[in-house]
Structure formats: C-alpha cells, structure tokens
C-alpha cells in the first residue's frame, strides 16, 4: 500500500469514526430533545437548547479523543475548545432556524432534526477537520538547527 493509499484509508476510518460520533450526538440530543419537549414541556428553544448541551457534551469527547484524537492537541485545549464553542454557537443558531423554519411549515420538529442532521453531517466534518481539530494535527514541531 502507497503513501496515498494509507492516506485514503485513514480519512475513511476517520469518516466513519466521524459518522459513529455523529450518532451519537444525534440521538443522544434527540431522546432528550423528546424528554425535553413531551415530558417536560419546554418550548422549541429551551427543548432544543437542552438537548444540544447534552448533545454537544457527548459529541466533543468523542470527537476529541477518538475521531480527531492527537497528542499535539492536548497543548491546545483552551484553543480547541473554544473552536469547538464557537463552531457549536453558530451551529445552534442554524440548527434551530432549520428546525424552526420547518415547524413554521406545518412539519415537525422531530423530521426538522433529521433535515438538519442532515446538514450538519458534511457542514461540521469540513469544519471539525479544517478548523476545530486541525490547528495542530498538521503540526510539525520546528528544530533548533541552526543554518551552516
């Protein structure tokens, strides 16, 4: 196996890392989501605002130690946490115009989660890859050589 094809082959283990992590904050934020917005009352906001800090949770150590876990990282954390808030923030604006918008249509939230999981599938992959986690992934430390 060449250079290229090790490289493949590790972006789809970590595609498919990626997709288990993605999961389980889906389904995770959905059941309390559910919990949320049936048992407890809360209206779209509060509900979706609930499930996604839980959701959120699960998915960043999932995703920070298992799909794009390096050593290189845990020098970064103050770093790629608040990537990760930031990235998370915005998120949660669109997530919630998404599943708004289509309750204002006469669908309901819980299909409104699955056309936004949709979306954040390929949305937060370029993001976690290119922006949270990948600050430092690439990073290689700089030698003390002088030049002659």
Request: aromatic content about 20%.
């Amino acid at each position: 196996m060449n250079k290229k094809q090790k490289r493949q082959r590790r972006e789809l283990i970590q595609i498919g890392e990626y997709l288990i992590s993605g999961g389980l904050y889906f389904w995770t934020g959905y059941a309390v989501f559910f919990v949320a917005d049936t048992f407890l009352g809360l209206n779209l906001f509060w509900a979706k605002m609930v499930a996604n800090i839980v959701g959120w949770s699960v998915n960043y150590v999932v995703l920070r130690f298992w799909v794009f876990a390096n050593p290189n990282l845990k020098k970064h954390k103050v770093d790629v946490t608040g990537k990760y808030a930031l990235i998370t923030l915005i998120n949660f604006f669109l997530d919630y115009l998404i599943v708004f918008g289509l309750k204002q249509l006469g669908l309901s939230p819980y299909f409104g989660q699955f056309v936004s999981a949709g979306f954040f599938t390929v949305w937060n992959y370029i993001w976690y890859k290119t922006f949270v986690f990948a600050s430092h992934i690439h990073h290689r430390p700089r030698t003390n050589k002088t030049k002659k």
